[in-house]
Structure formats: structure tokens, C-alpha cells
């Protein structure tokens, strides 16, 4: 599951469109909305010495055979088109994880009660 954790300033006016944005990263990772999560994290303030991104996006995704280095790279590329279609500079960062070490335990559903 690819964890999309975006982090923006209070101030930042512009729209950010979650659902409009999952729908193009599902697409360039190959994935699908109920395995790719996006959180939207306002922030008071965040240095800024090298960059002056609008967001900053923080990934987690399964590290899989097909995710080499090239590809990754390249998805990230993508990642940051999506943003700027958008009308939004991304500064992304990406984390692959070893799922052999991730656990998961989801909300029950209506019928497993609370």
C-alpha cells in the first residue's frame, strides 16, 4: 500500500485535490485507490533553505522486484508532473520497504463489529 503523506504550509492557498490526485498517482504507480492513501498535513511553517515547494510529499511504498532504482526514479518524476498539473510544486521523496517486515490491521468492518 503506498502511504502518500503531504505536507503543506497553513498559508498555502492553493487547492490540493486529494481525490484527483490519488486517481493520477494510482495510475503511475499501477495501483488502486483502496491500497494507495493520501493524508493531507498542514503545517505552521517548515525551513526552506534549498527549495521553494508549495508541498512536500513523503511516500512509503512495498518494495517490489519491478520497483528498480530507474523506475522508481522515473514514477517520481511523474509524481511531481501530477502535482504541478495540479498548479503545485512538489518536492517528493520516496521510501521502498521490505513487506516482509509490514504489518497491517485495518478498521473492522459493519459486520466484525467494534
Same mark, same amino acid.
Given at each position: 500500500?503506498?502511504? #502518500? ?9 492553493? @487547492? ?20 494507495? /492513501? ?17 508541498? $512536500?510529499?513523503?511516500?512509503?511504498? $512495498? *518494495?517490489? @522486484? %519491478? ?6 526514479? %522515473?514514477?517520481? /518524476?511523474? #509524481?511531481? &508532473?501530477?502535482?504541478?498539473?495540479? &498548479? ?6 520516496? %521510501?521502498? $520497504?521490505? *513487506?516482509? /517486515? $509490514?504489518?497491517?490491521? @485495518? @478498521?473492522?468492518?459493519?459486520? %466484525? &463489529?467494534?
Amino acid at each position: 500500500m503506498p502511504l #502518500v503523506k503531504i505536507f503543506a504550509r497553513q498559508t498555502l492557498q492553493k @487547492p490540493i485535490r486529494l481525490a484527483t490526485l490519488q486517481s493520477s498517482l494510482c495510475q503511475i504507480w499501477n495501483t488502486k485507490p483502496d491500497t494507495t /492513501k493520501l493524508l493531507l498535513q498542514r503545517v505552521d511553517d517548515w525551513t526552506d533553505d534549498s527549495f521553494r515547494e508549495d508541498v $512536500y510529499v513523503d511516500i512509503r511504498a $512495498y *518494495g517490489k @522486484p %519491478e520497483r528498480t532504482r530507474e523506475m522508481v526514479l %522515473e514514477g517520481m /518524476k511523474d #509524481v511531481q &508532473g501530477a502535482f504541478r498539473q495540479e &498548479g503545485l510544486i512538489a518536492n517528493v521523496r520516496l %521510501e521502498v $520497504y521490505d *513487506g516482509e /517486515k $509490514y504489518f497491517h490491521v @485495518p @478498521p473492522p468492518t459493519a459486520d %466484525e &463489529g467494534s
